[in-house]
């Protein structure tokens, strides 16, 4: 759900949306509606939203194939987050086995359509509110672990997509050794973190302008991991800049509102920055291979033009940090630096 409605109902998958209909037209009582595509979606699910005749508020039902999409983990977590007053779809009617849920609409307007220079405090002030409160309701053996093995495995695809398919490029042994080890290094610091709910894409595409605000979307990959990882993906945005001033106020605006709220945060801010920081080299490295990915194996290539803004912020964290220094060298071997127009992709 977290792009603008489009005027046409896709033809795509035609059969799927014949049964689509046929379930719909049960759980309405025969309404009289019409649907039209709610989002695009780096994943095989599809939103449509659904319109009445009779004017009735809109709702949006969800097609999310069953051989490629499991739609439990949506249901459960939308349920774990209501329950601690986080605002989620509604459920309002599930099936499972064809891959539909019919939810409440939270609007078409997401954080990224509307941030400019004048709402933008008033909206991540909502937002860093909002993750509080997801973290705090936080407690273990509920939700998968964000451990070593997924966390490298995440790395992993940045040799595999971007190094590999994206720059057509292959690592010598001492470039794989440099990789390897910046990795395990990132990996340490990560899995040292305090550990709290993760929504792991709480970002300005899935967060969206409602009452109370922000609506939530697409948190049905939720993990139980480091403390720091959805602010990094709030604040170092791969689809919206902000000064690192500006990122710093917000950071420290969250830090002092977590520690109120009595959340495990480091107790010296600096420390938290650093955290924050090596959390994002992670995720940074990881949406480099996942935007490669979506372009060579999904035929998107949409999400190429981000790339870029994703790579300043790790070369930025590199450069800050002495350990990170040698995958700064290699980012800048695979990558020369253009001085007239920027980093070539």
């Not at 992670?282 to 033009?305: E, M, P, W």
Request: proline share 6%.
């Amino acid at each position: 759900m977290p792009s603008p409605t489009m005027n046409k109902t896709t033809d795509a998958m035609p059969d799927r949306i014949v049964a689509l209909r046929e379930w719909l037209s049960k759980q309405l009582n025969g309404a009289a509606f019409t649907l039209a595509p709610a989002s695009s979606d780096a994943s095989f699910r599809r939103y449509f939203r659904i319109s009445f005749d009779d004017r009735r508020p809109s709702l949006v039902v969800m097609d999310a194939p069953p051989d490629k999409e499991n739609c439990q983990p949506f249901v459960d977590i939308a349920r774990l987050f209501a329950a601690a007053d986080v605002h989620v779809p509604e459920i309002i009617a599930e099936n499972l086995a064809e891959g539909f849920l019919l939810l409440s609409d939270l609007g078409h307007a997401t954080y990224l359509s509307e941030l400019n220079e004048r709402s933008a405090d008033a909206l991540y002030r909502d937002a860093i509110s909002a993750l509080i409160t997801i973290q705090k309701a936080s407690k273990p053996g509920i939700l998968p672990v964000y451990d070593r093995a997924l966390l490298k495995r995440e790395l992993d695809l940045f040799p595999e997509w971007y190094i590999a398919r994206q720059l057509g490029k292959q690592l010598t042994p001492a470039q794989s050794a440099t990789l390897s080890a910046a990795f395990e290094r990132i990996l340490d610091n990560n899995l040292a973190q305090a550990q709290v709910f993760v929504h792991r894409d709480y970002h300005s595409r899935n967060l969206m302008i409602a009452s109370p605000n922000p609506g939530i979307l697409d948190f049905q990959d939720a993990v139980y991991g480091p403390i720091t990882y959805d602010l990094v993906s709030l604040l170092r945005d791969a689809y919206i800049y902000w000064e690192e001033q500006q990122v710093l106020d917000w950071c420290i605006r969250y830090w002092e509102a977590a520690r109120k709220a009595g959340l495990p945060v480091n107790a010296d801010f600096a420390d938290f920055y650093r955290d924050f920081e090596w959390m994002g080299a992670q995720r940074q490295i990881k949406v480099l291979g996942i935007f490669a990915r979506l372009s060579h194996r999904d035929g998107k290539d949409t999400y190429l033009k981000d790339q870029p803004l994703v790579m300043s912020y790790l070369r930025k964290t590199c450069h800050r940090y002495r350990e990170l220094g040698p995958l700064e060298k290699l980012l800048n071997e695979l990558v020369p630096v253009d001085t007239r127009t920027g980093y070539t992709f």
